[in-house]
T-cell receptor
């Protein structure tokens, strides 16, 4: 099946710094999703991308759908302590039936040092 | 606040117990999902219900039995679980199957002794 990879695996940054992380796939995706998960909570959808080259912002977060359709990027500007958590990229794995399922990358763990 | 509600938040059960996890959404979504998440791992799909019918079963052992009584409710019945089944069980919904935006509940933390 299709697989997603995320880098870096973990990050430790100073409060106020900008953050960049990315997600790559072994095959083409037609949708990219970025989720954040706080400890003990369910993932929360941050940004959804639907077209190659698309750039979408949500507050201090900006995500891009890569031109090759095999990657996506998430940037966080001016990080704050509440940005701490695990960031997952996700996308629909195309199945032989008309149904598809959303698969998740392994995640990037972000720690912010005040 | 999440609009997908899961109960209980925490559950401890023995290997011979029968218990159930419950999930409820009132967003009018027609697809509902169960995911399993182990520590420091991404969520893994277990089941998908579309219009109250089971459409995807990811080869989940029969000791996990899903049920969708109506379009707002999703249950996961648990019986004869193993300690390795201990995990965070996440319910999610989406407007329809194939809509990629999933809305997750806070999860039910299951411990099997």
């Amino acid at each position: 099946g299709q697989q997603l990879n995320q880098s870096p695996q973990s990050m430790f940054i100073q409060e106020g710094e900008d953050v960049s992380m990315n997600c790559t796939s072994s095959s083409i995706f037609n949708t990219w999703l970025w989720y954040k998960q706080d400890p003990g909570e369910g993932p929360v959808l941050l940004i959804a991308l639907y077209k190659a080259g698309e750039l979408t912002s949500n507050g201090r977060l900006t995500a891009q759908f890569g031109i090759t359709r095999k990657d996506s990027f998430l940037n966080i500007s001016a990080s704050i302590p509440s940005d701490v958590g695990i960031y997952f990229c996700a996308g629909p794995e195309l199945m032989k039936t008309s149904y598809d399922k959303v698969i998740f990358g392994p995640g990037t763990s972000l720690s912010v040092i005040p | 606040d999440t609009e997908v509600t899961q109960t209980p938040k925490h559950l401890v059960m023995g290997m011979t117990n029968k218990k159930s996890l419950k999930c409820e959404q009132h967003m009018g979504h027609r697809a509902m999902y169960w995911y399993k998440q182990k520590a420091k791992k991404p969520p893994e799909l277990m089941f998908v219900y579309s219009y109250e019918k089971l459409s995807i079963n990811e080869s989940v052992p029969s000791r996990f039995s899903p049920e969708c009584p109506n379009s707002s409710l999703l249950n996961l019945h648990l019986h004869a679980l193993q300690p390795e089944d201990s995990a965070l069980y996440l319910c999610a919904s989406s407007p329809r199957q194939g809509a990629r935006e999933l809305f997750f509940g806070e999860g039910s933390r299951l411990t099997v002794l």
